[in-house]
Nanobody
Framework: QVRLVESGGGSVQPGGSLVLSCAVS?????LAWFRQAPGREREGVAV???????KYADSVKGRFTISQDNAKNTLYLQMNSLKPEDTAMYYC?????????????????WGQGTQVTVSS
């Protein structure tokens, strides 16, 4: 069983930065961030597998960075140069598979989400 608890969301102006955190308990080979805006499907943002490989959605490449602190059992998402279209509920997710996938259906465990709003 894996338990995930997100934190760090909030409101920020366009061009600003935020760091999301996800406290992880239990064993998982892949950890990822997803987001879902009102009226839209859940979208994979970034994934990190146990070996350290990462994969990003094209829409966030060069702006977002996924990282993990194993000592603190915490997953992070550093978000820079934020845009209004980044506004969404952000979810931490975990799966036991090794492949760096961004398909939500493959993830077994989900956090409750944290809201990110980018607006002037």
């Amino acid at each position: 069983q894996v338990r995930l608890v997100e934190s760090g969301g909030g409101s920020v102006q366009p061009g600003g930065s935020l760091v999301l955190s996800c406290a992880v308990s239990g064993a998982a080979y892949s950890l990822a961030w997803f987001r879902q805006a009102p009226g839209r499907e859940r979208e994979g943002v970034a994934v990190r597998v146990s070996g350290g490989s990462t994969k990003y959605a094209d829409s966030v490449k060069g702006r977002f960075t996924i990282s993990q602190d194993n000592a603190k059992n915490t997953l992070y998402l550093q978000m820079n140069s934020l845009k209004p279209e980044d506004t969404a509920m952000y979810y931490c997710a975990a799966k036991t598979g090794w492949l760096p996938s961004l398909h939500a259906i493959e993830f077994n465990y989900w956090g409750q989400g944290t809201q990110v709003t980018v607006s002037s």
